[in-house]
């Protein structure tokens, strides 16, 4: 550790605050929390290594206390907007069918990782390449400054984001700098020279048993050798060779927030990518969080960021389904795509079916709080759909005015505040150009057209 002089800290430069705060010194105030908290974290670390008995508990802490709620909400009124369905109805046709099964198949993908030998398995895998400790002290230190910030505001100010979120911010960042690599085409295993894709080839036996279904084929520039590169989903695999394209990484970055004690989400889009959510009982709400983008709460990445338009978004937990395209697409108009596997009142029929399935050995108590949850989140929802109309308004009365020769907006004025339409937010970063270009996710840089079907994420 550096001596007495605080700009010799060193502070990882994700972490650097960005404010001066006057007097008051936001490292003086982390220095004193760090020998406090040093203690507590190598406890925890110890606790959650390796005397854990089974799963870690999922945290509920912040969660309200079962009592505080009391009265029982109102169920959520689905008819005051338009597109959201009054009564869950069976599937009645193949096409709902086959989209049934797809989502239920899907939906186990999160269940599995509720495997005690695995998450300790990857806790360990954690702690022997020396991972887990610098995640707990990064996560330390970025909480220990987001305290300070909230501090330097007022005394009752929150902190943005609490340790647990800040834990898993860590991962991100180790997961995407450190970790997983990237495959766009495998290298020739024979010479090392790159390869060019020449199809799918069968799986063999051993390929399925680590859930690989599908095998892509590649052929070396030089020595003209055969290279396989089976897509895996069974994530036991993945932890050995943490290797792939979106699929892979989703899939074990949502496992290992999972082994770091985190609620956590799987969550698949029907136009060909996956990725994490996890909650933040700080908050109280689900985070987007995409391990391919190191991408941390920027759930509008893929629609104004990647020019992406999507249909169906659905996140998949152990303890059931939520159809969360509303957190994605806002503005539906722009970004939608038709959502033609099923009547959405179909939809909703399936997402119940999959929440049974998942509930069924919940406690009353414990089903009582995720239905809570369910209307919570359903409300923060609806309040997207309520903020896109609101700037669709905004925007029609801003063209009334300018028509009608009137001066254009200023700030304060009808065109300002509360929209959320122009922030910039960055095309995607992974993958090669021309990749990118033919799923046409390269924001604005790319036209409207997208092709039906692309390759697999
Ligand atoms: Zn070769």
């Known amino acids: 550790m550096a001596g007495g002089n605080n700009t010799s800290t060193p502070i990882p430069p994700h972490s650097q605050p960005r404010l001066r705060y006057g007097d ?32 870690p ?14 009265t029982p909400l109102p169920a959520p009124a689905y008819s005051s907007l338009r597109n959201i369905p009054k009564l869950a109805t069976p599937p009645k046709d193949t096409s709902a069918a086959r ?44 909480s220990q400054i ?17 340790e647990q979120d800040c834990l898993i911010r860590a991962l991100l960042r180790w997961f995407k700098r ?7 085409n495998p290298e020739c295993s024979a010479c090392s020279a790159p390869t060019r894709a020449v199809g799918m080839t069968p799986p063999t036996q051993e390929d399925r048993a680590r859930g690989a279904m599908k095998v892509e084929l590649y052929q070396c520039s030089e020595c003209a050798s055969y290279e396989r590169f089976p897509r895996y989903g069974d994530v036991w695999t993945l932890l050995r060779s943490p290797k792939g394209r979106c699929g892979e990484w989703a899939n074990l970055f949502t496992m290992l927030c999972r082994a770091l004690g985190a609620r956590v989400r799987w969550v698949w889009n029907k136009e060909d990518h996956v990725w994490t959510e996890v909650y933040s009982a700080h908050q109280k ?10 991408a941390w709460d920027t759930p509008r990445l893929y629609t104004e960021g990647w020019g992406k338009k999507m249909s169906y978004v ?9 159809d969360v395209t509303r957190r994605y697409v806002r503005d539906t108009a722009t ?46 929802l609806r309040s997207f759909v309520v903020s896109a109309l609101t700037a669709g308004l905004e925007k029609l009365v801003i063209s009334n005015v300018n028509t009608k020769r009137s001066p254009p907006p200023g700030p304060g004025t009808v065109g300002s505040g509360s929209s959320t339409v122009d922030i910039k937010l960055p095309a995607r970063t992974t993958g090669t150009e021309e990749w990118r270009r033919l799923r046409s996710e390269n924001g604005a840089a790319d036209d409207q057209q997208q092709p039906d079907r692309q390759r697999h994420p």
């Open 335 to 380: 970004n939608g795509i038709k959502r033609d596997q099923c009547p959405d009142e179909v939809l909703m029929y399936i997402i119940n079916e999959i929440r049974q399935m998942r509930r069924q050995n919940l406690s009353k108590e414990e089903k009582r709080r995720i239905i809570r949850e369910d209307q919570r989140e359903e409300r923060e």
């Open 57 to 70: 508990a999922m945290s509920y802490s912040s969660l309200p206390a079962q009592t505080a709620a009391g």
């Open 178 to 184: 450190d970790f997983m690599k990237w495959v766009n």
């Open 99 to 142: 989209f049934r099964s797809l989502l239920i198949a899907a939906s186990q993908t999160p269940v599995n990782y509720e495997n005690p030998g695995l998450l300790d398995e990857a806790l360990k895998m954690l702690e022997d390449c020396g991972a887990l400790r610098r995640l707990y002290d990064e996560a330390a230190e970025e």
């Open 314 to 322: 659905i996140a998949f937990s152990s303890e059931g389904a939520t």
């Open 285 to 294: 709400r689900w985070v987007h969080v995409d391990s391919c983008e190191e």
């Open 24 to 55: 008051f010194n936001p490292t003086d105030l982390a220095r004193r929390f760090e020998s406090l908290l040093s203690a507590r974290r190598m406890t925890e670390l110890a606790e959650r290594a390796r005397s854990r008995p089974s799963t």
């Open 146 to 162: 987001l305290q300070a910030q909230a501090a330097s505001i007022s005394d009752h100010e929150k902190p943005l984001w609490d």
